[in-house]
């Protein structure tokens, strides 16, 4: 069983000004209804918040930038935009307040850019040196339908360390090598937990995984070993074009996914050399596919949106064995067309009785 600690809520504070010397740290701050990540500062302190749910930001935009140089700058990971980056080399980072989709998330980026053929070095230097504490789901959006994925709004695996808030502090259950030398280094901020605190964390997670089991029933989503075959059996049906109508090819469901990885590489004229960016690409755009020649196999909207949900959830079950989605409805929230993934899965199955 892992080492389960607690730490009260103004000791948790003086640990993250204490890894503030040696780590770039972000936060996760309150937005009105929604969590931002900032980056925490000793000399100008931001409150620490608890999000009770997962940030607007997904996970991967501290490992895999928006815009960067790959080639052609005098040093392998010089980057012209990103979190954490300095000159070179890569300042060790601290990422709080992930929850259990953005952690379940990383199995499909993982399997992108560190399993292949090739390792991506980028990518790989930046998840070495970036720690991960999360938090238990303690509430939830509409949008989120996690446990019809069969991820539970806890944290089981994946993280260094995680919090489990309660009254005047939190449990930190250590879940790596790598939490344990933090927990070892600054263990004046931390105590051995109690049984009956551990005993009271438990209660609180099975009390909103039944709130939001009962909230999903009502949903009447198709279940996870089901959504292969239907996405495959509607390869066909009118369900790509009736969604498709109000799409406007934004490639914000693909910007906010936590496991949306598509790039494209771009040659920019300098007057001294010649970078090649790497940009975030989107399956929704026009152009996503189109190769040399002009020829695009993907020229309308109905065949670039029925390619998302056949990379979810027909490519990554034969070859990851898991769909690449966690439920955390991002994509929902941030679609001006309305297009809520849950339907469109909804709908597929509806035909396909």
Known sequence: MAEIYYTKATQWEDFLAALSQSFRIYLPQAKDEDYLYQE???KEPAKFYFNPYRTV???KSFLFYSKEEVAGAPHLLQSSQGLGQEGAGFTP????GLKSCDLHSLKVQDYVFKEGIEVDPFYNVRRENTIFISGDCTGFKDVCFCLALEVL???VEGFDLNLSPLTDGFLVEVGSKRGEELISKYQKYFLKAKESQISARDSKRQNLINELSSRLQDQNLPKKDTLQEIVRQGYNADTWQNFMLTCVECGACNFVCCTCHCFLLSDVQGKDRNPRLRIWDSCQYANFARVAGGANPLKRRTQRLRN???KKFDFFVDNLGEPACEG????IEACPGK???REVLKELAKNGR
Not at 93 to 96: D, L, P, R
Not at 328 to 331: A, I, K
């Open 328 to 331: 955390c409805g991002r994509c």
């Open 40 to 42: 925490y500062k000793d």
């Open 153 to 155: 709004p806890h944290p």
């Open 308 to 310: 998302r949900f056949l």
């Open 57 to 59: 930001q997904p996970v």
């Open 339 to 341: 297009i809520d993934i």
């Open 93 to 96: 980072t601290v990422v709080v």
